[in-house]
């Protein structure tokens, strides 16, 4: 499975972005999606993920509330809307997933995620 992020790219305070990710093949329906984070000089920390069923998300605290995690079955697609968006949300964003249903606690560890996209650019001016 290869994944391919885009969508990234430079947004003033308070403006939003949706960025893609594309899957390329194998089953799509049941896996466990997840975006991540990652700003220089930190580690990648998880943003938004979602069951394999899309019937739970689970959102880190800093980003509730602004931002949307979705996805298209048909089209092996997953999406994260971003809006209010902060300089803090500045950082290279990646998508992962895992053809694992994984359970709610276990959305936000990185080492539950097999595949991973090579990664997109936001940058949040203030």
């Known amino acids: 499975v290869q994944l391919q992020a885009s969508g990234g790219g430079l947004v003033q305070a308070g403006g939003s972005l949706r960025l893609s990710c594309a899957a390329s093949e194998g089953t799509f329906r049941g896996s466990s999606m997840g975006w991540f984070r990652q700003a220089p000089g930190k580690e990648r920390e998880p943003v938004a993920a979602?069951?394999?069923?899309?019937?739970?998300?689970a959102y880190a605290a800093s980003v509730k509330g602004r931002f949307t995690i979705s996805k298209d079955n048909a089209k092996k697609m997953v999406y994260l809307q971003m809006n209010s968006m902060k300089p803090e949300d500045t950082a290279v964003y990646y998508c992962?997933?895992?053809?694992?249903?994984?359970?709610?606690?276990?959305?936000?560890?990185?080492?539950?995620?097999?595949?991973w996209g090579q990664g997109t650019q936001v940058t949040v001016s203030s």
């Open positions: 992962a997933l895992t053809t694992r249903s994984l359970i709610y606690s276990e959305l936000f560890r990185r080492t539950n995620y097999d595949y």
């Open positions: 979602m069951r394999g069923s899309g019937t739970t998300t």
